[in-house]
């Protein structure tokens, strides 16, 4: 069965850190790139991170630069989104995604189901 | 990294066309022909529907199409159906290896 599952969402202060997971299975995780989409409650969807297929390369929007760290285990199928000091604002859905193509050119092809991430006092 | 500029929502009758709107600039939506777009149902993840400007993935059908003239990629639904009823979003990139998401746009059939 072809998924991305993501794990880690939760509850967590403004200023605290929180990891989280997306694990793949059924294709060929390690010749994919894999993305970070988010959607705050009731907004649309901002792109938060890329990783190249064997980490070559990352990059983070602007919104997340110096707090966010993508990466991953190719070993594991799994990609991960370290969040720093978080923010009120950083609460959303956050969705992995696969990319097909080769590097720019292509689309996200597979989404996992979300997990929420709420930053509260 | 600014969102690009899609209307809030359009709406239209079963059977009849529609076409939203994807507005960049000349550093993304005008410089690459590599915008994408996703069909999101309420509470469902995003399901690509065009990329790179005017393709198709396997699968989606053919009522779904896709342009750009300079700065602006527009989606173009056709014979709407019911279950066109959701959120759209474009997609572009934008250089360096980031991307950049429209607002959103609520497609309404009525």
């Known amino acids: 069965q072809v998924q991305l599952v993501e794990f880690g969402g939760g509850v967590v202060q403004p200023g605290m850190s929180l990891r989280l997971s997306c694990e793949g299975s059924?294709?060929?995780?390690?010749?994919?790139?894999m993305h970070w989409v988010r959607q705050a409650p009731g907004k649309g969807l901002e792109w938060v991170a890329m990783?190249?297929?064997?980490?070559?390369?990352?990059q983070n929007a602007d919104s997340v630069k110096g707090r966010f760290t993508i990466s991953r285990d190719n070993s594991k199928n799994t990609v991960y989104l370290q969040m720093n000091s978080l923010r009120a604002e950083d609460t959303a859905v956050y969705y992995c995604a696969s990319f097909l193509g080769d590097n720019s050119a292509g689309y996200f092809d597979r989404w996992g189901q979300g997990t929420l991430v709420t930053v509260s006092s | 990294q600014s969102a690009l500029t899609q209307p809030a929502s359009v709406s239209g009758s079963p059977g009849q066309s529609i076409a939203i709107s994807c507005t960049g600039t000349g550093s993304d939506v005008g410089s690459y022909n590599l915008v994408s777009w996703y069909q999101q149902h309420p509470g469902k993840a995003p399901k690509v529907i065009i990329y790179e400007g005017s393709k198709r993935p396997s699968g989606v059908s053919d009522r779904f199409s896709g342009s750009k003239s300079g700065n602006t990629a527009s989606l173009i639904v056709s014979g709407l159906q019911a279950d066109d009823e959701a959120d759209y979003y474009c997609?572009?990139?934008?250089?360096?290896?980031?991307?950049?998401f429209g607002g959103g746009t609520k497609l309404t059939v009525l």
């Open positions: 990783i190249w297929f064997d980490g070559s390369d990352r």
């Open positions: 059924g294709f060929m995780f390690r010749r994919q790139g």
């Open positions: 997609c572009s990139y934008v250089g360096g290896n980031t991307w950049v």
